[in-house]
């Protein structure tokens, strides 16, 4: 029964080792196996690495978002701030500066100074 497709000759499903038809270019068992290990070693230890630096650029958007946020409750203070002091106002009938002391004053002052050694 050449060609039968049973696998026992030449023809079409046959082989023409004699019936064996495992396929080419595979691994069988213990070999597959430690294959199938090392790859899944290989990718738990990749998980790992993204998992730790995806982390660290969380903790990084945690810190960056706590500075921005700092920073604009600072600049609503100054502008409420400054807004207050722009409503105060400003009473103009009182002078600036002080008075001059007088010379007499002065005097009296210098001679003080000169008494002392200075």
Not at 15 to 37: A, D, I
Not at 45 to 72: I, M, P
Request: with cysteine; charged share 30%.
């Amino acid at each position: 029964m050449i060609g039968s497709g049973a696998g026992g000759g030449h023809g079409p499903g046959g082989s023409p080792r004699g019936g064996v038809t495992t396929p080419k270019g595979g691994t069988v068992g213990l070999f597959h196996s430690s294959s199938t290990k090392r790859k899944l070693e290989e990718l738990e230890s990749k998980y790992s690495a993204l998992k730790r630096e995806f982390e660290g650029v969380l903790q990084e958007w945690d810190a960056c978002q706590a500075r921005v946020s700092k920073v604009l409750r600072r600049l609503a203070r100054a502008e409420q701030a400054r807004d207050e002091v722009e409503e105060v106002p400003v009473q103009t009938s009182l002078p600036l500066t002080a008075p001059g002391t007088s010379t007499e004053r002065m005097a009296k002052i210098r001679e003080q100074l000169a008494a002392k050694g200075r």
